[in-house]
């Protein structure tokens, strides 16, 4: 399974930015995709997940900022982010959840960066 992440870049403070995460190279079912983020000198954080009949997990702080849409024909999952603040600098990861007959396993994206200074 290839996964791919776009649209990171520099940012200001307020502005808004969309990531994009396709996965591609396989015919295994996709349960759910998401975004992770990590800060810099920080672990990895959940930022938000969606899926197939899975409901959405979040961290709760960003909900009312970002917003998880996914494609299931194009096999992709979008993050759209408002209102972007400094704290919010971090690579972002897209994650996708795959598999068959009731054996899934995670695949990542390299991530993309994030910045978001004035």
């Known amino acids: 399974v290839r996964v791919v992440e776009s649209g990171g870049g520099v940012v200001l403070p307020g502005g808004a930015l969309t990531l994009s995460c396709e996965a591609s190279?396989?015919?295994?079912?996709?349960?759910?995709m998401g975004w992770f983020r990590r800060p810099p000198g920080e672990s990895m954080m959940l930022v938000a997940v969606?899926?197939?009949?899975?409901?959405?997990e979040w961290t709760e702080s960003l909900k009312g900022r970002f917003a998880i849409s996914m494609d299931n024909t194009r096999r992709a999952v979008y993050l759209q982010m408002r209102d972007l603040r400094p704290d919010d600098t971090a690579v972002y990861y897209c994650?996708?959840?795959?598999?068959?007959?009731?054996?899934?396993?995670?695949?990542w994206g390299q991530g993309t960066q994030v910045t978001v200074s004035s």
């Open positions: 994650k996708v959840v795959a598999g068959r007959d009731g054996h899934y396993r995670d695949y």
């Open positions: 969606t899926g197939n009949d899975e409901p959405e």
């Open positions: 190279g396989t015919t295994l079912s996709v349960r759910y």
